[in-house]
């Protein structure tokens, strides 16, 4: 991990793969070995170990982040979505893998699929002002729902009052629904 955090990836590699082979089983390394080869730009290998650490532990919404990420990153915005759902299927309580499934929604305009995870993921986890902003871009500007965006960017002002972007998107939000 130290070796990852420090930008050197393929030593960290090859430390995550002497880990796997003392202990096959651990979903942690393979996790990290997945975002060791994705920083390397190693997608196939990364999407393999993301693939890996969901069969050993599919309990741990990391390993599918890191593979809806993947996928979308290499314009397989259909797979990530089935993966996110397949995330929220087997960890349902997960705010992560909700807010992750509204990214990967959005990527393909599902609109109302997106602010419905946005709205679940909030409702598991109520700390994350950056769901609120993402919900209220898509009430105020796709969905027509000006009061629902002004809301949710008033809760992430309340979370973060320093966060200048925040005011600014509930400034531009109010002004919106005055005109």
């Not at 089983?25 to 190693?42: I, T």
Request: aromatic content about 8%.
């Amino acid at each position: 991990m130290t070796l990852g955090e420090r930008g050197r990836f393929a030593e960290a590699i090859e430390a995550f793969e002497r880990a796997i082979e003392i202990k096959p089983d651990f979903a942690p390394a393979f996790h990290n070995l997945g975002l060791a080869w994705w920083k390397l730009g190693m997608a196939n290998q990364a999407m393999a170990a993301y693939r890996r650490a969901i069969e050993l532990d599919p309990r741990n919404v990391e390993p599918y982040c890191g593979l809806g990420h993947a996928l979308a990153e290499l314009g397989r915005p259909g797979e990530s979505l089935e993966v996110l759902r397949t995330a929220v299927a087997a960890i349902p309580r997960s705010g992560k893998a909700h807010y992750s499934l509204g990214v990967a929604a959005e990527r393909l305009l599902l609109w109302n699929d997106a602010a419905d995870a946005y709205r679940r993921s909030i409702e598991l986890n109520p700390l994350r002002p950056e769901v609120y902003t993402r919900l209220a871009n898509l009430c105020l500007f796709i969905l027509g729902l000006p009061d629902e965006a002004i809301d949710a960017l008033n809760s992430a002002l309340e979370l973060d009052p320093a966060d200048a972007r925040v005011q600014k998107a509930l400034d531009d939000a109010i002004e919106f629904v005055v005109r």
